[in-house]
């Protein structure tokens, strides 16, 4: 497999379930990255992280909580969302994190449909 | 603060015309990268192209063409002789740093 790969693809689940996105690349990239998007709005950045560590909380609520057990893998652990947060959720990569560097830019997988009902 | 503006919500073309995408950005720094994304169906956001604020200079790849405007802080995107194919949410993006943000999108319906 080459890319960034996110699993399940589409998720609907209910307001007390918990549940796991799980994002996988294999691109030797060291940084990973959390977007939502939601319809007729910009890409929200959650979390950053880079080689394992997080580096950018962007003020997500705690009912999101990221993991990164290794550079190949991260991971969105859901729990008691609210319906407010159905929207696509991205995962990307880059060779490192995106500074002023001519050879790097985000690769993205291809989201996971969530529903909160 | 970084934003990124692209006004345009929906384009609907017939195939074989051009379409032309705005992007109007802010930022206070003086160094930094512009993106095209594209987004089909599949929901993955595919790069384009990326250009630094020092790199004004235009460019032709194919049907897709560029315009960097660094004094009115724009960064358009033309595609040439639409296709079918081409239909897709297209995302301006500005980075300074190691956050990339984005426009909201610009979704292009190309009719046969």
């Known amino acids: 497999e080459t890319g960034v790969t996110q699993t399940p693809r589409h998720l609907v689940m209910g307001m007390t379930n918990k549940k796991s996105l799980k994002c996988e690349q294999h691109l030797g990239h060291n940084a990973m990255y959390w977007y939502k998007q939601s319809a007729k709005k910009p890409l929200e950045l959650m979390f950053v992280y880079s080689l394992e560590e997080r580096v950018e909380n962007n003020s997500v609520p705690s009912r999101f909580s990221p993991e990164c057990p290794n550079s190949s893998h991260l991971f969105l652990h859901l729990h008691t969302l609210q319906p407010e947060d159905s929207a696509l959720y991205l995962c990307?990569?880059?060779?490192?994190?995106?500074?002023?560097?001519?050879?790097?830019?985000?690769?993205f997988g291809q989201g996971t449909r969530l529903t909160v009902v | 603060a970084q934003k990124v503006t692209q006004a345009q919500t929906e384009i609907s073309v017939v195939e074989k015309e051009d379409v032309t995408l705005d992007c109007v950005y802010e930022?206070?720094?003086?160094?930094?990268?512009l993106f095209w994304y594209k987004q089909p169906p599949s929901g993955e956001l595919v790069f384009l192209i990326r250009r630094n604020s020092f790199d004004e200079q235009n460019e032709i790849s194919g049907r897709y063409s560029w315009n960097f405007q660094k004094s009115t802080s724009s960064f358009n995107f033309t595609i040439t002789a639409s296709q079918v194919v081409d239909s897709a949410v297209y995302f301006c993006?500005?980075?300074?740093?190691?956050?990339?943000?984005f426009g909201a999108g610009t979704t292009v319906t190309v009719r046969a």
């Open positions: 930022t206070r720094d003086t160094t930094y990268y």
């Open positions: 993006a500005l980075s300074s740093d190691y956050k990339l943000s």
């Open positions: 990307a990569s880059s060779q490192d994190m995106i500074r002023l560097s001519l050879n790097t830019e985000a690769f």
